[in-house]
């Protein structure tokens, strides 16, 4: 099912022990492309690993996983500089953005240092499918049964004795 909008989708996983690999794609990162529309040929995808400092050895076991998939696969490397010449031009040619996890308060100062805050945005409102977390949550997937996701809010006042409320939002099964 393609989404009929520009689509963030927020997710932790997407990986599960590979039979050949250390990892391989899992239904989460299938989700994501499925949402993309991508027909007839090789979903373009790409990584940005920002959050967790562009880490070498996590984008080669990536790209195992997407030579399995039969995915486009690319990244997009912040650290020490970019290593694509355009990377705007890159993003916006890209069916699917994915983003891992890790410090997201260094990622967005990394990213507004090199524009990309403003580089992805152009993106999504194309229609590139971008995988991020921290967004507004529009469904629950996930790749384990049973598993749920939450939603926490912060309680009513400022005081110490505020106490947040946590949701429990079940989720839709995709294996």
């Not at 927020?10 to 499925?34: Q, W």
């Not at 790209?63 to 290593?83: E, K």
């Not at 507004?112 to 992805?120: K, P, Q, S, V």
């Amino acid at each position: 099912m393609a989404a009929g909008q520009p689509t963030i989708l927020a997710t932790s996983g997407g990986y599960k022990p590979g039979e050949r690999t250390r990892i391989e794609f899992n239904h989460l990162m299938h989700y994501a492309v499925e949402l993309s529309g991508v027909t007839g040929r090789a979903p373009k995808v790409t990584h940005i690993g920002t959050a967790s400092g562009d880490q070498r050895w996590w984008a080669a076991e990536m790209d195992q996983a997407a030579r399995i998939a039969g995915f486009d696969f690319s990244h997009l490397n912040l650290f020490t500089m970019p290593n694509i010449e355009d990377p705007e031009a890159h993003l916006l040619e890209q069916d699917v953005v994915w983003v891992n996890g890790g410090s997201v308060v260094n990622l967005l100062a990394v990213w507004r240092a090199h524009g990309l805050d403003r580089i992805l945005r152009k993106a999504w409102e194309g229609g590139v499918g971008l995988v991020y977390r921290g967004t507004e949550l529009v469904e629950v997937v996930s790749e384990i049964k049973n598993k749920a996701a939450f939603r926490v809010t912060p309680g009513a006042g400022e005081s110490v004795d505020a106490v947040a409320v946590e949701e429990r939002l079940e989720s839709r099964f995709l294996g």
